[in-house]
Structure formats: C-alpha cells, structure tokens
C-alpha cells in the first residue's frame, strides 16, 4: 500500500473557481512535504515545501497546509486559471533516510 | 540554458533491444536520478547517485544499468528491451543528498516505447 494517498484522483473545475486537493500519508519520521506541478509532456517542477512546524505557505495562488499531528496536507488554488491544468504530486520525505514517497497524484483540469 | 537535458525525447524500438537515455544537468547539482512514470502517472524512482556514487537502487531488473561518468551525467542503459518497458523516464537532479526532501529539478523526460 502507498504511503502517499492523494484525493481526488482527477477534478474539472471552471476557470476562476477555487479547488484544493489532498495528501496523507503514513510515512514516519516526517521529514518534509512537497508539492510538485506536473504539466502535460514536462517533468514536475516543485511548487512548496512544508516542514514539520510550518502549518501554511503559499506561492502566488498556490496555498499549502500541513497538519503533522494528523499528517494530512492540502494544496487550495485560488482564482484557477487554464495554465493551472496539469498533474500535481505530493512528496514526503522520510526524517533521515534518502528515500521519498510519492503519491500518485491529482490530475486538474481548468476548463474556460 | 537547459538545467537537466535529456536525450532523446522520444524512443521506439524493439523487443529484445539494447537502448540508453543520456542526461545531462548544469546545476552544479551533486545529486541525480532515474524515475519511471508509468501510465497512471505514477513516477517511481529507480536510481539515485551522488558524487557518482550509487546510493538509491529500488528493485529494478538487472536489464537497467545506470552509469555516471562525473557528477553533472547519468546516463540509463536498458538490455533486453521488454514490452513493460515503455513507460516516460524523468532524470532529475537535486543539490545535495541531504537534507532528506531537496528540491529536485526534472529533465523533460524521455518516452519509451517498446513494440
């Protein structure tokens, strides 16, 4: 089983609307989480990383959460618009081993 | 001013061929790797190296070979060339090993298609 689950696994939204997606996962010790935004044919460029203390940060319309305690993370995009079609994954990486998981991703969909 | 290159981009061959994906990163980056993203997208790593030297190998058939001749090249060597094959390989690379989590940029990635 993964030890990075996100949801949902795909979503359509209007441009303009707002959506979040999720991520939990089982992996411990909680090093650090990224998000990465995947665009068709391009490989994932990274968007935030939140560490075990940081319970919000943004990068332009890109919001991120972490709650470590029940160890969900959350990605809400404001104002969608049609270049925020693309895939985005969450990463999480464990306290002192090389290793990351990955989730499978969500697949967002800006339509006009 | 391309940060990590691939080559080639697309690739279509045979079953039972012998191909390799070449990668190329000017980041000054001591960290690299090999993903493979299937088509649900999931990436799943195969290879890290760093300094060179092999310290990520996930249960991969021994048909995939990395190589890194110096820190900024990891090349991908594949024998053997199997229909389950074909897939996208992403290389990617990130400053360091360590901390856990480095920012890991990613190579446009290479598609793979074996017939």
């Known amino acids: 089983k993964n030890q990075v689950e996100q949801s949902p696994q795909s979503l359509i939204i209007l441009e303009g609307k707002n959506c979040t997606l999720q991520?939990?996962?089982?992996?411990?010790?909680?090093?650090?989480l990224r998000w990465y935004k995947q665009d068709t044919g391009r490989g994932p460029v990274s968007l935030t990383i939140?560490?075990?203390?940081?319970n919000t940060k943004s990068n332009g319309r890109y919001t991120a959460t972490l709650d470590a305690d029940t160890k969900q993370s959350s990605l809400h995009i404001t104002a969608s618009q049609l270049s925020d079609s693309a895939s985005y994954i969450c990463?999480?990486?464990?306290?002192?081993?090389?290793?990351?998981?990955f989730g499978a991703g969500t697949t967002v969909t800006v339509r006009a | 001013d391309t940060a990590v290159s691939q080559t080639p981009k697309y690739l279509v061959t045979q079953m039972g061929n012998d191909k390799s994906i070449k990668c190329e990163q000017n980041l000054g980056h001591d960290t690299m790797y090999w993903y493979k993203q299937d088509s649900k997208k999931f990436l799943k790593i195969m290879f890290s190296?760093?300094?060179?030297?092999?310290?990520i190998n996930e249960t991969v058939p021994n048909r995939f070979s990395p190589k890194s001749p110096d820190k900024a090249h990891l090349n991908l060597h594949i024998n053997s060339l199997e229909l389950g094959d074909s897939a996208v390989y992403f290389c990617?690379?990130?400053?360091?090993?360590?901390?856990?989590?480095?920012?890991?940029?990613f190579g446009p990635g290479t598609r793979l298609t074996v017939l």
């Open positions: 990617a690379s990130s400053q360091s090993i360590s901390p856990p989590g480095d920012e890991q940029f």
């Open positions: 939140m560490t075990f203390s940081e």
């Open positions: 991520c939990n996962y089982t992996v411990s010790p909680f090093s650090n």
């Open positions: 990463v999480v990486s464990v306290g002192d081993d090389y290793k990351l998981s």
């Open positions: 190296y760093n300094n060179k030297e092999l310290i």
